[in-house]
């Protein structure tokens, strides 16, 4: 299935270029602005600041330069001391034989005596199978490799201490990206998944920084996050439900149209389970149509791409026509970094403003919500669909 984070070249009306791709030393997503006078800045999220840095510099062997080694009874193995140039510092090396490259350790109990620094230097690691690998000193000083099997071994990077320590406060899962164009502020916008949230980054052109954005007006999960696979009718809701991939959440999810707001609603209906056995739903065609307001044909239909589309009758051309994309109404944001399946929400619980965020818009839909309305909250309802109404009015007259 198609993945949101999967990102091309964002093609719009900036004056600089963003772009990601997979480092392969880093072996991390590496983020690209490229302004219109050809300069390049890199980037990478730090889940554990939660910023955009600039890459730290890769260390690659020749950067190392030997000086000599000692025999660790512990790690039953050759330690060298080696002066790296990228950071300036005296560190502590072993070989893998597994990838045939220098990794980088700290034993406290040793450290670096520059009187025991040896003008010749060769390191040897044997093998089981008979093979040795030499390290010594090449011409310039820095570390070569020779294998007595595959001759002089290729310089590659080096495993440092950040990457050597999987339990090492700074070693964070890497988050998964998307980019985006908001029409608010104008600008591509880098996706930062963390926990069960997004960070909003963009390129400061006056600072050459990405920096952290603010906007309300960008929508999580569009109609173009979604998939459809097919639909269903529930009885609980007394609706069709749609089972879509969503490529924000990487998941197969429920969603309904609410007719009323004309939008699409995320739901968890229990008579509904996700049959990956059952016809997909073709591309290009109408799942289903609906009486809206007015008597207005709505259609939920699926687009040439394959994602979620809402469509509206033309008389003028006496078919559906597919209209502009909007924000789909998701179960993503929840409180106290819990996933939704975590809570039971309580309509007790909640004050007007959350039973507004988690509704789906149906008055007997007591999958998200326990249905414990009030007069109050019938009259609350139905002056939100009355507003709609209106304003739906309101946009025909005028459009």
Not at 108 to 127: G, I, K, L, S
Not at 171 to 192: D, F, Q
Not at 287 to 308: D, N, S
Request: hydrophobic share 30%; aromatic share 12%.
């Amino acid at each position: 299935m198609p993945s949101a984070y999967e990102s091309t070249p964002v093609s719009q009306p900036d004056s600089y270029k963003v772009t990601v791709f997979t480092c392969p030393d880093r072996g991390s997503l590496v983020f690209r602005v490229i302004s219109q006078h050809g300069n390049i800045s890199d980037f990478q999220f730090d889940s554990r600041t939660q910023k955009m840095i600039r890459p730290v510099r890769i260390v690659r062997e020749k950067d190392l330069f030997p000086k000599y080694f000692i025999d660790d009874e512990r790690a039953q193995t050759h330690i060298m001391f080696a002066f790296n140039r990228v950071t300036n510092e005296h560190e502590q090396y072993v070989f893998c034989w597994e990838t045939k490259q220098l990794e980088q350790i700290h034993q406290p109990e040793h450290f670096y005596r520059h009187e025991h620094t040896a003008m010749q230097f060769r390191m040897r690691f044997a093998y089981r199978n008979g093979e040795t690998v030499d390290i010594v000193k090449a011409s310039d000083g820095s570390v070569e490799k020779i294998s007595s099997k595959n001759g002089k071994l290729r310089s590659g990077t080096v495993k440092t201490l950040v990457d050597y320590d999987d339990h090492d406060s700074y070693i964070r899962p890497l988050p998964k990206y998307k980019i985006r164009y908001c029409r608010h502020s104008e600008k591509n916008v880098i996706y930062a998944r963390y926990k069960n949230g997004f960070r909003k980054f963009v390129f400061n052109e006056d600072t050459k920084q990405l920096e952290e954005l603010k906007c309300d007006g960008c929508s999580e999960v569009t109609e173009d996050d979604l998939y459809p696979q097919y639909f269903t009718h529930s009885d609980s809701v007394n609706s069709s439900v749609i089972l879509a991939w969503n490529t924000v959440t990487e998941r197969i999810e429920q969603y309904i149209f609410n007719v009323i707001l004309r939008r699409f609603e995320q739901v968890q209906v229990y008579d509904v389970v996700y049959n990956p056995e059952k016809k997909k739903h073709r591309i290009g065609g109408i799942m289903f149509a609906q009486k809206g307001y007015g008597g207005l044909e709505v259609a939920t239909m699926i687009c040439e791409e394959g994602t979620l589309k809402r469509g509206e009758f033309s008389e003028k051309h006496q078919m559906f026509v597919p209209i502009q994309e909007t924000s789909v109404k998701t179960f993503l944001r929840v409180k106290n970094n819990k996933t939704t399946s975590e809570v039971s929400w309580k309509a007790s619980d909640l004050d007007a403003s959350d039973r507004d965020e988690y509704s789906s818009g149906f008055e007997d839909d007591d999958t998200i919500v326990d249905n414990y309305s009030t007069p109050a909250d019938d009259d609350e309802r139905l002056l939100e669909e009355n507003y709609c109404a209106m304003e739906f009015a309101i946009e025909k007259l005028l459009f």
